[in-house]
Structure formats: structure tokens, C-alpha cells
């Protein structure tokens, strides 16, 4: 009785681990597979992949993220350079006095950034989402044979950690890019302190002949900062792909009365 019991137990608990393995790697898939669509690069080739996933991905992934952060910015530099051309046709046909042009261009600088601030939450709260990422996505997550809302369930759970990882390798990028402008920002004053004291400098000419360099410095650090921001916003594209997929897999499984929706 008793070596019964153990074997049976046994055997469920090689079921149940079984069963958590293959979530874990039908999650790796379904990332996997949803980076390789929104990067549009193949994803199926084990040695291709092993390449364009450590070498290819991470510059595209980069360039797609720079690319939704910059969006509002495009949007205003569009709608300000359109502004910009009626306000000079209209100066040129009603013969509107010059004296009006600084207004005129104050306008068509902040009116469209008033525009962009203030968006409706339509234009913006997807991340970057289209209908098309959680289309595919959602057939991603069919094809690895999440097909009830249980195993759905799961998956948000492994999604969930997972972001919750990139958050934080986020913050840290953060939190080392502020801390390298800090550190530099303290060595350069006590430098120029240095080279008043040692030289006779001014402060003028000690600053003027450290500007180049703290000028590098400066935009090396807003360089790492904004491709940090840019990996972040990739990172939401790919996450929340992923998670609106789910829910229009709950959606269609709901949708299915006749099937065991609650049932591995």
C-alpha cells in the first residue's frame, strides 16, 4: 500500500513538472517567435537564429524602439512644418505685416507641441500595438497549444516575470547612466577647481578648455539614455503584443461553449 501510494505519487508529481517544463518552453517559443515577427526576421532556423538573436536583434530591436519614442516628435515636426508653410502663404497673399512674424512662428512651434502633449489616450495607449502583432501573436499562441484559459492564465504568469525583469534591467541602465553623469559632474568641477589653483586659469579659461570634453561627455549621456528609453518602449511592443494576444485568446476560447475552456 505504502509503495503504492509513493509511485503514485510520484508519478504525479513527474506529471505536474512535466507539465510546468513544457509551459516554460512554449513561453520561450512564443517570445521567441513573437520577436522574430515584430523585428521581421526568421526566427526557425536554430544556427540563422543563434546569429541574427545575439548579433541582428538587439540593433533592430533598438532602432524599432527609438523609433516609437520618437513618433510624438515626428508627428509635431510634421504638423509645426505644414503650419510653417500656410502661415508663409498666408503672409504672402493677405499681406500680413512682419511685424506679426515672431507670433506667428512662436504658434507654429507650440501649437502643434500643445497637440501632441495633450493626445487622446486613442492615439497612444497601445505601446506601438497594432491589431496585425495581436493577430499573429495570437496565432503564435495557438500554434504552441495554449488552447484553454487555464494554460492561458499561465503564460500571463511567465509573461509577467518575465517583464518584470526588463523593468529592471531598465532601471539599472537608468540608474548607471544618471550615476555616470553624476560622478563626471564632480570630477569636472574639482578639475577646474584644480586648474585654477595650479595654473592661475580663470574660470572662463579653465571652462573653455574642458568644453569639448564635457560637451562629449553630455550627449554620450543622453545617447545611453535615449537608447535606453528605446529598449524600454521595444520591450512594451513585444511584452504587450504578447498580453493583448491572450486575452483574444480568452476572448475566443470563451467564444467556444462546447469546448472545456477550463480544462487542460
Not at 170 to 194: D, H, I, M, P, Q
Request: hydrophobic fraction near 50%; aromatic fraction near 14%.
Amino acid at each position: 500500500m505504502g509503495c503504492s501510494l509513493r509511485s503514485i505519487l510520484a508519478h504525479y508529481l513527474g506529471v505536474r513538472h512535466l507539465r510546468f517544463s513544457i509551459m516554460f518552453e512554449s513561453t520561450q517559443n512564443i517570445l521567441e517567435k513573437t520577436e522574430g515577427y515584430i523585428l521581421n526576421l526568421p526566427s526557425d532556423n536554430k544556427l540563422w537564429s543563434l546569429f541574427t538573436r545575439y548579433i541582428v536583434f538587439p540593433l533592430k530591436y533598438l532602432w524599432l524602439g527609438l523609433g516609437e519614442f520618437l513618433k510624438p516628435a515626428s508627428l509635431w515636426a510634421v504638423i509645426a512644418f505644414l503650419l510653417m508653410i500656410a502661415v508663409t502663404m498666408a503672409k504672402k497673399n493677405f499681406g500680413i505685416n512682419h511685424e506679426y512674424s515672431f507670433l506667428m512662428i512662436n504658434f507654429c512651434i507650440y501649437f502643434p507641441m500643445i497637440l501632441v502633449i495633450f493626445a487622446v489616450p486613442s492615439t497612444y495607449s497601445y505601446f506601438g500595438v497594432s491589431s496585425a502583432h495581436v493577430k499573429k501573436t495570437t496565432q503564435i499562441i495557438e500554434a504552441e497549444g495554449i488552447d484553454s484559459i487555464d494554460k492561458v492564465e499561465l503564460l500571463e504568469e511567465n509573461i509577467e516575470k518575465i517583464y518584470d525583469r526588463v523593468c529592471s534591467r531598465v532601471l539599472f541602465y537608468k540608474w548607471l547612466v544618471g550615476a555616470s553623469w553624476t560622478l563626471y559632474v564632480v570630477v569636472f568641477n574639482f578639475e577646474l577647481r584644480f586648474l585654477m589653483k595650479s595654473s592661475g586659469q580663470s574660470i572662463k579659461d579653465a571652462i573653455s578648455e574642458n568644453m569639448l570634453t564635457f560637451f562629449l561627455v553630455l550627449f554620450s549621456a543622453i545617447g545611453a539614455l535615449l537608447l535606453v528609453v528605446g529598449y524600454k518602449k521595444a520591450s512594451d511592443l513585444l511584452i504587450k503584443s504578447i498580453e493583448f494576444g491572450c486575452v483574444e485568446q480568452k476572448y475566443k476560447l470563451l467564444k467556444m461553449p462546447n469546448k472545456q475552456i477550463n480544462k487542460d
